[in-house]
């Protein structure tokens, strides 16, 4: 797991916007997305149930929580990639880039 090394916090970054933030760990992408000012699809609030939050982890899939038993629910029946999580459900323990098809 990395870091950032100005912080010591894990620091998001959202490409191919240009913008990123530290945050504390264990707070979801979506939290940190708001956080960022950067847009999320989502119809749900955050339930694990509509998958519009799909992002896509281009560094530090290592760096998120596994799956629970609701996102390996939502993955299934939403048919994410390998490479896909869901923004409300993921949590950041580390340094992450993820990226949507819409920024
Ligand atoms: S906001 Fe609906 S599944 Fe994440």
Do not use: H
Not at 31 to 40: D, K, Q, Y
Not at 61 to 86: G, H, Y
């Amino acid at each position: 797991m990395s870091v950032s090394k100005v912080s010591g916090m894990p620091n998001v970054e959202f490409v191919p916007l240009g913008l990123s933030g530290d945050v504390k760990r264990g707070v979801t992408i979506i939290s940190a997305a708001n956080r960022a000012g950067v847009p999320i699809g989502q119809s749900c609030n955050g339930d694990g149930i509509c998958g519009w939050c799909k992002v896509k982890v281009l560094r530090g899939m290592e760096n998120l929580s596994p799956p629970t038993a609701l996102e390996r629910r939502l993955i299934a029946s939403c048919a994410f990639a390998p490479d896909e999580r869901a923004a409300c459900l993921a949590k950041i323990t580390g340094d992450i880039t993820v990226t949507t098809g819409y920024w």
